[in-house]
Nanobody, 125 residues
């Protein structure tokens, strides 16, 4: 069983940047796709970005394309989400999760689990 821990959230002004990290315990981190999700106030949890086991494939929600970059370092068991040009609507609790296999399926986000505790990102206008 993997345990995930997010960090790097905080309060930032609109237009600013943050980098989130997701540290994984266990030795199977590199065998799975990983993803970032968020829950905005009053909304359902949604996928933000996903990355395959070896980073040869990435996915971004339309709302963050061109502003966010997902990456991973399998040697460090860590995944990242670099966020630029932040907007107030990016305010959310951000979670990392592990996929069910090497690659993600953009039609089946329910495969993701082992959720971390989340990190709050607040973007002020």
């Amino acid at each position: 069983q993997v345990q995930l821990a997010e960090s790097g959230g905080g309060l930032v002004q609109a237009g600013g940047s943050l980098r989130l990290s997701c540290a994984a315990s266990g030795r199977t981190f590199s065998d799975y796709a990983m993803g970032w999700f968020r829950r905005r106030p009053g909304k359902e949890r949604e996928v933000v970005a996903a990355i395959s086991w070896n980073a040869d494939s990435t996915y971004y929600a339309d709302s963050v394309k061109g502003r966010f970059t997902i990456s991973r370092d399998n040697a460090k068991n860590t995944m990242y989400l670099q966020m630029h040009s932040l907007k107030p609507e990016d305010t959310a609790v951000y979670y990392c999760a592990r996929g069910g296999s090497y690659y993600y399926n953009p039609r089946v986000w329910a495969d993701f689990g082992s959720w971390g505790q989340g990190t709050q990102v607040t973007v002020s206008s």
